[in-house]
C-alpha cells in the first residue's frame, strides 16, 4: 500500500500503472500508422506486420524503462525528480520557490485512476528555464492531491492541516457556451473540425472527391458566379467554426469550478475529457487581468486570469471561462481579496490628449500608406478597383485608434496598481503594490515632443512587465513613486520641478467610467 | 557633476540623471560597433555597384556611406552624454538610448544574480558590460561600457550586497 505521506526523503517510483498507460498512450499515437500500414499491405507481406510488432515491443521497453529509470522524492526542502537511462538527467527544485501544482489528467490516465503532476517553480536566473519545472507522469490521482495539499502548504509542511471545507468562487453556467465562437478557440475550432474530419476521411481511405454528394455540391457551386462561391465557402466555415469552438469550449470548461482551499491557495479545475486542476499558492499570485478580445468585448465578455510567479509566460494562467464582464470582473477581485471596484472595475484616470493623437498617427498613417500603395499598384498595373476599396481602411483605422485610446487608463487603489490598454485585445490588469519589483520608463523622440513617456511596471508573474502607455511624464514618475515609495525618491529631481503640473493635466485627471 | 546635468539635454522626465557616466573609451567601442554595421551594408552595395554600375546604385551607395558616416562620428558622443548609470545601497538605475530613451530602476532587494559580459570588442578595449537580474523576465538592467577592473569591482559589491538581503527576491 501506498505510504500516505510523501515527505520522507525516500525515493519514490511512479504508479505502477504507468507500466500500462506510458505504452499503451505511446501505441495509441502510432495506431493511425500502424492502420495505415496493415491495410496497404498485402496479407502476403510479413514484414510490414513485424515491423509492427517490432515498432511495439520498442514502445512498450521504452515504457518500462522509464518507468524504471524515473525516481522522485520529497525532503524538507526539496523537490527532486531523477529520469533518464542513456541520459541521465537530475532536477530539483527548492520547496519554497514553488509557486503553481498542477494536475492533468488525459481521458486514458483517467480509466486507470492516475494523475500528472506538473510543478511550477521560479528558478534562479530568469523564470523561464525548464529546470524551474517538475513533471510526474504519473502517479495515483490521491497521491496527487496528496502532493498538491504538501507542496503548496508550506508553513504546515509537517502537520497535516485540520479538513476545511475549500470555498466557492465560480462555478460553470452553461450560458456562458455563447462565447465560445467569439474566441480565438474558434479559429482552433476550425483546425480541430477540418483535422479530425479529414482525418477520419484519410483513415476509411477515402478521397472527399469521390464522395458523390460532395462532388456535385463542388460542381454546383463552381458554376455560379464567383461571390456565391466565397459566399458559401464563408458560410461554411462559420458553422465549422461555431460548432468547433463550442465542442471546444465544452471539452475545456465543463465541471470548471474555480475554489479558494484551506490553505489559501487558489485552485481551478475543469475539463471533461481531460480533467485539469491548476492551483496557485496565494502569497505567489501577483494580480489578476480582464482579457477581452475584440469579439469577445462586443459580445460583453470578457476572461479573467491570474498572475502569478512560476506560471510560463505563455501559460494562460485562465482561472475562469470567457464569460459576461461582470462576472470576469467579480473573478478576478475574488482572486485578489479585493472587490472588483479596488481592483480591475475601479474607475480609471484618462490619459493626456497626446496619446490620442499618437495612437491616430500610429493607425492611420500605416493605412494611409497602403492606400497610396494600393492606388499606385492600379495605375500601374491593374485595371481593378483596389485602390478605391482600400479607401476603406482609413475609417478602420481611425477607429482602432479611437478605440485603443478609449482603452488606455491608469489607476492606484489602496492595494494595487491598474493599467488598461488595447483595443483588439483590451487587457485589464490590477497589479499588486508589492508585486512591482522595478521600473523601466520609455521616451522616444516622439513621445519626448508630445511631453510623454511610457512606464513599464516590473514584476515576476505573468508577462513580467505591464505598460501604462503614454502618459504625461510628470504623471509616470509620480504613480511609479506612490506605488513603490522608496524606490524612486532619492532620484526624483528638485521639488520645484516634481511639482510642476500644466493645465493639461488637470483635464486629463477626469475619471473614465468603469465599463458596465 | 552638476555642469554636467546641465550640459546634459534635460530629459523630460522629473528624475534626475543617475550619478556616473560610462566609460570614455565606450565612445570608441560603440564607434567601431557602429563601423562594423556599417560595413555589412556598405559591402554589398559597393559589390552592386560594381556588378551593376547604373547611376541608381552609385546614388544608393553614396547615401548609404554618408548617413553611416553620420551615424558613426555623431552617434556614439550624443549616447555617451546620455548614457549614466548609478548604484545605491538600495537601487540600481541606469539611463540609456537616443532615439528612444530608457530609465530603469530596480531594488537591489529584488535582484536575483549579477554578470559581466565582455564581447570581443570590449576585451579589445578593456571595457565590460554589468547585467543585473531581477525575478522577471523583463526586469534585467544593464551597465553598458564600464571599465573591465570597475565592472569586476561593481559585480563582486553587488553580489555581497543581494547576498546580505534576505528574501527569495520575487
Known sequence: MIDTSPINDVWRRLDPRMLVVGPLKNLLQLLPFAVVVLLTGRSSDLVQVWMAVGGAAVVVLAGVLRWRTTRYRITGDRVELRTGWLRRERRSVPRDRIRTVDLTASPLHRVFGLSVVRVGSASGTSGLDRSAQ????????????????????????????????????????????????????????????VGAGFNLLFEAGIDPRDIGIVDDTARRVAAEPLWVGIGIAGAALLVVAVIGSTALFAERWSGYRLTREPDGSLRVRHGLLTTRSLSVSDERLRGAEVSEPLLLRAGRGAQARALSTGLREGGSGAIAPPAPRAEAHRVAGAALHADPTEATRTPLRRHPRAALRRRFTRAVLPAAALVAGAW?????????????????????????AVDRYRSLGHALTARHLVTRLGGLRRRTVALQRDGVIGWTVRQSVFQRRAGVVTAEAVTAAGRGGYLVLDVAADDAVALADAVTPELLTPFLSDERHFRRTGSDESAARQDVPAPS | MHADVVAAPLPELPLRPPAHRVHPRAVTWWRLRAAAGLLVLVVPTLALVILVGTAWTVALLAVTAAAGAAYVVGVPPWLYRIARWEVTDRAVYTLHGWLVREWRIAPISRVQTVDTQRGPLQQLLGLADVTVTTASARGAVRIRGLAADDAAELARVLTETTHATPGDAT
Open chain 1, 134 to 193: 517538475v513533471d510526474l507522469d504519473a502517479v495515483s490521482t490521491a497521491e496527487a492531491e496528496h502532493l498538491r495539499q504538501v507542496l503548496l502548504d508550506r508553513a504546515s509542511a509537517s502537520a497535516p492541516t485540520v479538513e476545511r471545507p475549500a470555498t466557492d468562487i465560480a462555478r460553470l453556467d452553461w450560458a456562458w457556451l455563447r462565447f465560445a465562437p467569439l474566441t480565438f478557440s474558434s479559429l482552433a475550432g476550425i483546425g480541430a473540425v
Open chain 1, 376 to 400: 499606385l499598384l492600379d495605375g500601374w498595373l491593374l485595371d481593378t478597383r483596389a485602390g478605391f476599396a482600400s479607401l476603406v481602411l482609413l475609417p478602420v483605422a481611425a477607429w482602432l
